[in-house]
């Protein structure tokens, strides 16, 4: 069975951080290190966009609209894949999700259940 849990969800005011997590399970995921990983999210009402993704090597790629005030990271050794989020604004409210995949254009292969984050004005 796979499996990606996210945590780290919550209500934040404008300017604020949150810290998202990642935690993958099963034999698909074994090992982790082999294995690209990526951060997703969808607002109310509008398309799931790509955040940031993280490569084996631990290589990273960015949305322009996240460029300098998220970071993307990894621990292999516990399986998990982070999104440490800073200067939050209002138009970050979404549910984020995690992902694993490969290519450019990136195609997902697995997904998790979703973490809300709401950033208030």
């Known amino acids: 069975q796979v499996q990606l849990v996210e945590s780290g969800g919550g209500f934040v005011q404008t300017g604020g951080s949150l810290r998202l997590s990642c935690v993958a399970s099963g034999q698909d995921f074994d090992p982790f290190s082999r294995y690209a990983m990526a951060w997703y999210r969808q607002a109310p009402g509008k398309q799931r966009e790509e955040v940031a993704q993280v490569y084996i090597g631990g290589g990273a790629k960015y949305a322009d609209s996240v460029q300098g005030r998220f970071t993307i990271s990894r621990d292999n050794a516990k399986n998990a894949v982070y999104l440490q989020m800073n200067n939050l604004n209002p138009d970050d409210t979404a549910v984020y999700y995690c992902?694993?995949?490969?290519?450019?254009?990136?195609?997902?292969?697995?997904w998790g259940q979703g973490t809300q984050v709401t950033v208030s004005s």
């Open positions: 992902n694993r995949g490969f290519g450019s254009p990136w195609m997902a292969e697995y």
